[in-house]
């Protein structure tokens, strides 16, 4: 496995700092592709139009991209661990070849020169009991300028029964039911020969590969929340199983974003067993691939995550970093994400509608965006990502909490301008209705702080740009989107002095 990495990284490796162990299980005799089917796109008058369940609300084609969706159908084992008790990672196959058909969502530039050659496979969300896409939509605009495809899969059994038996009825009766009326996934642990297959077709020469004509490098899988859970599941028990004829891995690597503490149970028999136990080993992630995770401070307050916090010292594959001011939901996430919810469920466009506080204004994507450019980067060149940052934490077991400054901001981890020189409180969730717990929040300071900050508008515009360019400078934010929040500050500061 060594011979995959890349020329620094296999040196880190080598160099003594870790020694890590990975069993392949004896079933990795080869990957069987599954088939595809292209759903057609068909307007229709609203009873009878039939398209992409979270379609993306924008015309990609503006912008050089085109959207399409397949049925995928294969065969997929459940596994179990051989040795539980040991908290193994270690797999072996309990019920072999247990038919399945899902379906993917598929971004791409219309024409292949466009593409760079890296796809991201995003495990899709399924914490509201239908798919959600947050990965894309919280880097979408990263991902168009930078060529990179992106596809969704349907990975979990009550996204794939709301699609085949609840989507097109009432009360969202305004499909097409019979898009999806051959979906069917039975069991939870047939998600990882799921993913393998897939990703092995996206890389395929095979005439069902949506990307045939696109010379794909690179495989990313990347999951956000819940779908976290996944992807150290993934990493730890299937990677090293999943190589291709080449003795390539399907996986290049993996983007891990604001999970909790708990990676799923490899056969997610019910919904009380479907994490891992708190303190599992197996929720640490070891995989022989470079790995990148984000955090914002929702999931260190509320999931919590910090019982599995790991630095590049522990696992050199690996980089966390911790967003200080970020929420699992801002005000943009909340906004991107809340467009499939009117248009193709007729509700409220957040699953916060009435929060007591405003939204928290902190963009993580674009921090998200920069993750998924170094973790490219360190896949395709060798190039070592910025170091881990971490929030900082008091207190011990049961009462640890993070660190806060006079006004209530978190101390330490990776500093968006906007905390770094604030003009508010960030707040890592919101009080309310639905899933406000998830929302961040926002204390705007009085005029009369902020002037007491900041002696006239010169003096926060140029502390404002000096923290942006520390950012840049250390990679953990494109500079592209540095010109795009020192405009915004610009703005806002018009008002303030």
Not at 24 to 37: D, E, N, Q, R, Y
Not at 463 to 469: E, H, S, V
Request: glycine share 8%; hydrophobic share 40%.
């Amino acid at each position: 496995m060594l011979a995959m990495l890349s020329p620094r990284v296999r040196g880190a490796v080598l160099s003594g700092l870790f020694l890590m162990t990975v069993a392949v299980p004896a079933f990795a005799a080869g990957i069987s592709l599954p088939t595809t089917t292209l759903l057609p796109v068909e307007p229709g008058t609203p009873e009878t139009r039939s398209m992409p369940f979270i379609a993306w609300f924008q015309d990609l084609s503006t912008v050089g991209y085109v959207e399409e969706e397949y049925l995928v159908s294969g065969k997929a084992n459940i596994y179990a661990y051989t040795n539980n008790a040991a908290q193994s990672p270690e797999v072996s196959v309990q019920t072999p070849d247990v038919p399945y058909v899902t379906r993917i969502l598929v971004r791409r530039p219309i024409e292949p020169r466009r593409f760079n050659g890296t796809v991201l496979v995003e495990v899709m969300n399924a914490t509201a009991g239908w798919d959600g896409d947050p990965i894309w939509y919280g880097t979408f605009d990263h991902l168009i300028a930078s060529g990179t495809a992106w596809v969704g899969v349907s990975t979990k059994p009550v996204t794939v029964n709301f699609l085949r038996d609840r989507w097109g009825r009432t009360p969202w009766p305004t499909r097409n039911a019979s898009r999806y009326a051959t979906l069917s996934m039975p069991a939870f642990g047939q998600v990882w020969d799921m993913l393998t297959q897939v990703g092995a077709l996206l890389k395929s020469s095979d005439s069902g590969n949506p990307l045939r004509d696109f010379a794909v490098e690179r495989l990313t899988m990347v999951g956000y929340s819940q779908s976290a859970g996944y992807e150290v599941t993934y990493a730890n028990s299937f990677h090293a199983a999943a190589q291709l004829p080449n003795g390539q891995p399907v996986f290049d690597g993996y983007y891990i974003a604001t999970g909790g503490a708990s990676a799923k149970h490899v056969t997610g028999a019910t919904a009380a067993t479907e994490n891992l136990p708190r303190g599992d080993a197996r929720n640490i992630v070891s995989v022989d691939a470079p790995v990148i995770k984000l955090q914002t401070q929702t999931e260190i307050v509320n999931f919590p995550s910090y019982p599995t916090r790991q630095t590049e010292q522990d696992f050199p594959l690996l980089r966390t970093y911790e967003i200080a001011g970020g929420s699992h939901v801002d005000s943009w996430r909340n906004y991107y994400g809340g467009q499939a919810l009117v248009r193709d469920l007729g509700l409220p466009p957040s699953f916060c509608p009435a929060p007591q506080d405003p939204y928290n204004p902190i963009r993580t994507g674009l921090y998200e965006a920069a993750a998924l450019h170094n973790l490219d980067a360190w896949i395709h060149y060798g190039v070592l990502p910025p170091p881990s940052r971490f929030m900082e934490l008091t207190g011990a077991g049961a009462t640890t909490a993070l660190a806060r400054d006079a006004d209530g901001n978190v101390i330490g981890g990776v500093r968006p301008p906007e905390i770094a020189v604030p003009l508010g409180t960030f707040l890592e969730s919101n009080v309310g209705p639905g899933f406000c717990s998830l929302y961040g929040g926002y204390h705007a300071f009085t005029a009369s702080k902020v002037h007491s900050l900041y002696r006239n508008q010169g003096a926060y515009v140029s502390t404002f740009r000096a923290a942006l360019n520390a950012d840049v400078d250390a990679r953990y934010l494109e500079r592209a989107d540095a010109s795009t929040l020192f405009d915004a500050a610009v703005k806002a500061a018009l008002g303030l002095f």
